[in-house]
């Protein structure tokens, strides 16, 4: 009878030591949320979309960046086939990250993918902050794979990276400013005549 | 060799040790458990205090490392809670039943705590609440505003050199126009002038048709990188730009300006100047922006860093208060345990379990406690030994004394003599029940004075004696008396003996009653049948001549006398034949007195004779009620079947006799089985006037008889068969009237 409490009683104990408590986020905040998408054909034969993202990312970017830390923010786009048992599912899933850095010298701000492209510099965090928020022909399946007498779903999501410290200390150290801002998935039905469209 | 506390020595008994923690399996594995976990804390804190101390890179490895260390940590600090608690449950509890060393215990072990707790947390606060300051001392508003102000100035200065490079290109562009009018052949060297001019070190100049015409400094050669071609694009697009061009050995500050034609419409080139910034300057600048963005980072972590020295000093501080905790209840442990241990050693021979010594050989007081104890223990058993040893050969002789007591009582029970003995006070401490029932006593006179036990008539008798034994001065007197107790005389020789005690002072009497009764009447019998041999033989032989005689004087002369005179000699020779014919019966009973047929016993059903016997009664004697009752459970006697049934004839004989003129006459016949006495009963009781005490106490004696015509010889004939017999015959007043003849005879093997 004592072995068993004993047990049970250690078992608490791993069961507290292995428990990670919850992020804690501060004040009160729009929630961002994938807004204003639209879909094109892009040369290639590629399935484009432009979309925004809304609301506040996150007051503490600007301590980050001031201290010289970057933000990442990655898109995701699945396009999922609409079919019953062993049809349907998700034929395309793609992601980028976009980079938000400051130069605390120059006091301007730079943005990059992840791709290589070109890096743009902003006089203003606003003028990044615009183009963060702004994605505009993002390649998420080939049109080929698009069936005509299908039905299909963009589904979309963006993701504030979580600021991280040192030894995840952030997991169990509470004041510490943290955010893991995710939206949640948009899910939108990719227009049937997309891939007949020219 | 000292053992340690907890381990056991087996030797033989009955030095049977016990140690003191023998009969507590699986502590010392505990112990060594929470050693090992403790020690395993320990290095983990110190692992993870110098991990915190370095910081370092955010890898995967180190996270998952912190993470688990961490994690692990708190773990071993959970258990030692745990444990630490557990112990003090146990306390708790071992204090409420009140186990002996408990409150020694607590104590200890709260005396440990307050030792180790009150200055360890008001270190630890002390050092949290330093530590804090100290950090928040990092980020006071003055070094806020310094490092603030160094950025700005490294920006201002950085400014400074873009806007006067940039402002250098545009010059440069507004002068390129008649530089290329007054250098028609030799732009290059006007550039050069330009270059000196403006303090830069190279400049480029892109005309649309693809063509360049560049001068830099010889210094600058190596340093020069061809202009991004995406931005002289930008800039033939009539886009300004700067950028800062980041070499080993220096840096290049770039302004890229589109020269515009005189009516603005168009770009007819584009100016690239390149100002090299002194390596020095740059990377204070630089260090000055890393140390604004460290110190931005540090303030962000302002609380992790507090805690990630605060949580190292708190692990710390328990490890403090854990092991002082820890101390105390093993300094306790040492202390309470040898003092338990020998506490239930003391009630363990309080109990009387001697055979055990204790097992600890330390050399301290403890020690020497334990020694003095096991060689008391040892002491005490030996001493116990003797005392056992004794009090069995005092258990032996009392048993000894007790079986003789028993032996002594038996023989006093059985034995036919009366034995009282009296104190110096004269009261009884002994009697046996031959002399209670020769002195009458009907209850235990144990304790009583003699005076009050001795009837009237005897008391006399014996204080005669005792005043003749001290007038004699002798301790021993012996005296044949008669005594009459229970309305029974007996001839009684008394033996009187003073008891003395080893100082020869006189301590009680003892006297020893024999009754002589048996003898008396057997020696009076012997001597009657001496008299009556002698009587027979003296009166027998002259009967028959006398008789003849008689007979042959009335024959010859009863005819020669007249008739008269012939009658008279005819009745008196009559007269003398018939006497002598009594003489004859006379002497053949005589005879027969004298002559006892030797018996010859047979197996026999005693019931069986009885009923033959009162059968022949009852019709002879229709006026008197014969009632017999027979035992069926009587066994086959050895018996002479004639001599038994003249002694029953003899006595319903005499039972008849004496209802006679008696109405609703009465003869009872009982035949009765005593098996735990071995021996058969015969009890015939009449309901005719009874016994005189004179007549009863001569009643089997020869020639005495209340009967009219009775020789006398009846019961002295029936006492010698059940003499003969073995037995015994007595005679006792029947109730509520009458005489009840006892006669009891012992079975074979009694």
Do not use: C
């Amino acid at each position: 009878m004592r072995t068993q409490l004993t047990t049970r009683i250690i078992f608490a104990i791993l069961a507290l030591a292995f428990w990670v408590p919850p992020s804690f986020a501060d004040g009160e905040e729009i929630a961002p949320r994938v807004d204003s998408v639209s879909f094109k054909r892009g040369g290639g034969d590629s399935l484009l979309i432009d979309f925004g993202l809304q609301g506040d990312i996150s007051k503490e970017i600007v301590e980050t960046l001031d201290s010289g830390l970057s933000v990442r923010i990655t898109y995701r786009a699945r396009v999922v086939r609409s079919a019953s048992f062993f049809l349907g599912g998700v034929i395309s899933d793609r992601e980028f990250d976009r980079l938000l850095e400051k130069d605390n010298l120059t006091n301007t701000y730079r943005v990059s993918d992840d791709d290589g492209g070109k890096v743009r510099e902003f006089e203003t965090l606003a003028q990044a902050l615009e183009l963060m928020r702004t994605v505009e022909n993002f390649n998420v399946v080939p049109l080929t794979s698009i069936l005509p007498d299908q039905n299909y779903q963009l589904e979309l999501q963006v993701k504030l990276e979580e600021f991280r410290l040192p030894f995840l200390l952030h997991r169990f150290l509470p004041f510490t400013g943290l955010w893991d801002e995710t939206t949640p998935w948009l899910v939108l039905p990719v227009p049937k005549n997309i891939s007949q469209t020219r | 060799m000292a053992s340690p506390a907890g381990t056991q020595k087996h030797i033989p008994d009955p030095l049977r040790p016990v140690s003191f923690r023998g009969a507590e399996p699986g502590k010392p594995v505990a112990k060594w458990v929470i050693g090992v976990l403790f020690l395993l804390w320990a290095g983990l804190t110190a692992m993870q205090w110098q991990l915190f101390r370095v910081g370092g890179a955010e890898s995967v490895t180190e996270t998952f490392g912190a993470f688990a260390l961490i994690n692990v940590n708190i773990l071993l600090l959970l258990l030692l809670v745990f444990l630490t608690m557990r112990n003090l449950a146990k306390l708790v509890l071992e204090r409420r039943k009140g186990i002996l060393g408990s409150k020694l215990k607590t104590r200890l072990v709260l005396t440990f705590l307050a030792v180790t707790v009150i200055p360890t947390f008001t270190l630890f606060l002390i050092s949290a609440g330093f530590l804090a300051s100290s950090i928040d001392g990092w980020f006071s508003v003055r070094v806020d505003q310094a490092l603030e102000n160094s950025l700005n100035i490294a920006r201002a200065y950085y400014s400074a050199e873009e806007a006067s490079t940039t402002a250098s290109a545009k010059l440069v562009a507004g002068q390129l126009a008649a530089l290329e009018g007054s250098h028609e052949n030799n732009l290059e060297a006007g550039l050069e002038e330009l270059l000196e001019l403006y303090r830069l070190d190279a400049i480029s100049i892109f005309y649309p048709d693809g063509s360049t015409v560049e001068t830099l400094r010889p210094s600058a050669a190596p340093l020069f990188v061809d202009p991004n071609a995406e931005a002289i694009k930008s800039g033939f697009n009539g886009e300004d730009s700067a950028m800062h061009i980041s070499q080993p050995d220096t840096d290049i500050l770039r302004s890229i300006v589109a020269v515009n034609s005189p009516d603005g419409g168009s770009v007819t080139a584009v100016v690239v100047a390149d100002r090299a910034i002194s390596i020095s300057s740059f990377r204070k600048m630089q260090e000055i922006t890393k140390g604004y963005e460290e110190y931005r980072q540090t303030e962000h972590l302002r609380v992790a860093i507090k805690a990630s020295y605060i949580f190292p000093l708190l692990i710390v501080a328990l490890l403090i208060i854990f092991a002082g905790t820890w101390f105390g209840f093993h300094l306790s442990r040492t202390l309470t345990e040898p003092i338990g241990a020998l506490a239930d050693a003391t009630q363990r021979i309080a109990s009387g379990d001697m055979d055990f010594q204790l097992d600890l050989e330390t050399p301290d007081e403890l020690g020497t406690l334990v020694k003095s104890f096991n060689m008391m223990t040892r002491d005490l058993r030996q001493s116990r030994e003797k005392v056992e040893a004794a009090r069995q050969t005092l258990t032996e002789a009392n048993t000894e004394l007790e079986s003789w007591r028993i032996y002594m009582e038996t023989v006093m029970d059985k034995v036919t003599a009366g034995v009282v003995g009296t104190d110096i006070n004269g009261d009884i401490t002994t009697i046996n029940p031959a002399a209670m029932e020769m002195l009458g006593a009907d209850e235990d006179v144990r304790g009583k004075p003699y005076t009050e036990v001795l009837p009237p008539e005897a008391l006399g008798v014996f204080e005669s004696l005792a005043d003749e034994k001290r007038k004699k001065r002798s301790d021993f007197i012996r005296r044949q008396i008669h005594l009459t107790a229970g309305g029974i005389s007996r001839t009684v020789m008394v033996h009187l003996t003073t008891l003395r005690d080893a100082d020869g002072r006189a301590s009680g009497t003892v006297t020893v009653l024999n009754d002589l009764t048996d003898l008396v009447k057997a020696e009076r019998a012997q001597a009657w049948r001496e008299v009556a041999r002698r009587v027979a033989h003296e009166i027998k032989n002259p009967l028959t001549p006398i008789q003849l005689s008689a007979q042959r004087v009335r024959r010859r002369y009863s005819d020669l006398l007249e008739e008269s005179e012939g009658d008279a000699l005819d009745e008196a020779t009559r007269t003398i034949i018939a006497q002598v014919e009594g003489l004859k019966q006379l002497v053949n009973e005589f005879s027969r007195f004298a002559k006892m047929p030797e018996s010859k016993p047979v197996p026999v059903d005693l019931n069986k004779i009885v009923e033959e016997v009162v059968s022949l009664y009852r019709p002879a004697h229709s006026d008197i009620t014969f009632q017999l009752r027979v035992d069926e459970t009587i066994p086959t006697v050895e018996m002479d079947p004639e001599q038994i049934k003249r002694t029953v004839v003899n006595l319903l004989d005499n039972a008849v006799s004496a209802l006679e003129g008696e109405e609703h006459g009465f003869i009872e016949v009982d035949t009765q089985h005593e098996p735990h006495r071995q021996m058969v009963r015969m009890v015939i009781s009449d309901n005719g006037p009874g016994l005189t005490p004179k007549a009863r106490e001569s009643l089997f004696e020869p020639y005495f008889s209340t009967k009219k015509g009775g020789t006398g010889l009846g019961l002295s004939i029936v006492k010698s068969i059940v003499a003969d017999h073995r037995g015994y015959i007595r005679a006792v007043d029947n109730k509520p009237r009458g005489t009840r003849f006892i006669l009891e005879f012992p079975l074979p093997g009694a």
